[in-house]
């Protein structure tokens, strides 16, 4: 399976729907990634906008954390876009699959496939600061869930993320890259995915097994750089190319 390639809202955020879309179309992409309830401007004419231009969604990320009480599982019912078949992607506390937590966590992911229609379409990002990957393992095995593979947030919270991607692989789906720097990933920006060691971006890829999508989730000023070399990586995953209709 190639993936799809694309990018995420977090790369543009300013952008409305559309021109996400177009923008990830002009690239050479075929997919977006989006986050709702950041102020994201895809938000304003929403999925559909998205459809309507050509892009295919690949899921919508949310802020849920679970095993947090902050985030009780009746507030799935406030989340705006999650639909019957779209993954949605939260992230998940340390501690979540503890005793005194498993059964919020549960109930939580019970409450977000009842919205997306399965809890292996509720993906848990890879994010400094929370779950550590044992347990995001363990996460999967008890409440069915999937995993968003974030490539930084993966190597800010495993020291050794091929072989953590390589654990995780089984429930991993969908991943989202950027450039930064591999030896110091606890404080490093965003950097051009070619100029902070690509091949290192691609072994965690190829360690993840076979992926759906992959999106630039990057504030680098290499949109087009980072999604040619994501196109390089894995050229069926190009889209057509956009019609004159599409891109005016």
Excluded: N
């Amino acid at each position: 399976m190639t993936p799809l390639i694309g990018l995420s809202s977090g790369s543009a955020s300013r952008l409305p729907a559309g021109e996400l879309a177009r923008l990830a179309l002009s690239l050479g992409g075929s997919a977006v990634d989006v986050r709702e309830g950041k102020g994201h401007a895809w938000e304003q004419d929403g999925l559909p906008a998205l459809r309507a231009a050509g892009a295919e969604v690949c899921f919508v990320g949310v802020s849920t954390v679970l095993g947090d009480q902050a985030h009780p599982p009746g507030g799935a019912a406030d989340l705006r876009w999650p639909e019957p078949g779209l993954p949605v992607k939260v992230f998940a506390a340390a501690g979540c699959t503890e005793s005194d937590r498993i059964e919020l966590t549960l109930a939580q992911v019970r409450a977000l496939a009842g919205r997306v229609g399965d809890s292996a379409l509720v993906l848990v990002e890879t994010h400094h600061g929370y779950a550590p990957v044992p347990e995001l393992e363990e996460l999967c095995r008890r409440a069915g869930t999937g995993i968003l593979l974030d490539t930084m947030g993966l190597a800010r919270i495993d020291r050794d993320p091929v072989a953590a991607a390589a654990r995780l692989a089984p429930w991993t789906s969908y991943a989202q890259v950027k450039g930064f720097d591999w030896s110091a990933p606890d404080t490093s920006r965003h950097q051009p995915l070619g100029a902070s060691r690509p091949e290192r971006t691609r072994e965690v890829l190829a360690a993840a097994g076979g992926l759906r999508a992959v999106t630039v989730e990057s504030k680098a000023p290499s949109l087009a750089e980072d999604t040619a070399q994501l196109l390089a990586w894995y050229p069926a995953g190009a889209s057509p190319a956009p019609s004159e209709e599409i891109l005016t």
